[in-house]
């Protein structure tokens, strides 16, 4: 085992995004994934533009309101979907090698923590669903410090708490822009690059690059 403390970024890197619409692809119609694309981007967008003008609404309002400006964008899907496919956003699947490579990591003797833009509700929903709960030492939200990653004081929570170096502590993600902001943040970075995007932050630079989370249980 390379580290003794794995953080894991939530959603895209243990939980499928896109798992809500997915579930409900026959009501959402043809163009479901252009609508979770969408859905997904401008959450995200939300984040990094409330973090910048330091006025945070929590993740879960931030879903709300980029799924309602998905189905602007998507007209030939009914609105009339939009209660389930936010209930399913509380219970995203998990990816199928996340709960044995937890379980892995776990019995070698790693603490193991979720560092999320989400809700400790959402996040608490999810972990249940996936049945992740023994193998967390510490789920943290970023509702802790009222500001989004990448800012650094996201980072921040997990060595303030666990009082402990940022090179001390692997930090998995499949965002790119997470992994930049760790890595500028000190952490050792792994990004799951599951849908094999191309590079980019060039000057920060992940660790080590992984097509699923599996590979952190291969010998170096």
Known sequence: MRHSIYVFDAYGTLFDVHAAVRRHAEAVGPDGQLLSEIWRAKQLEYSWVRTLMGSYADFWQLTEQALDHAFGRVPSVDRAI????????????CYPEVPAVLKSLKAQGARLAILSNGTPQMLGAAIRNAALEPLLDEVFSVDQVKRFKTDPSVYEMVTTTWRVYPEKISFQSSNRWDVAGAAKFG???VWINRTAQADEYRDLPPNLVLPSLEGLLTPS
């Open 82 to 93: 939009g209660p389930r496919l936010l209930e399913a956003y509380w219970r995203c699947d």
């Open 187 to 189: 952490f050792h970075t």
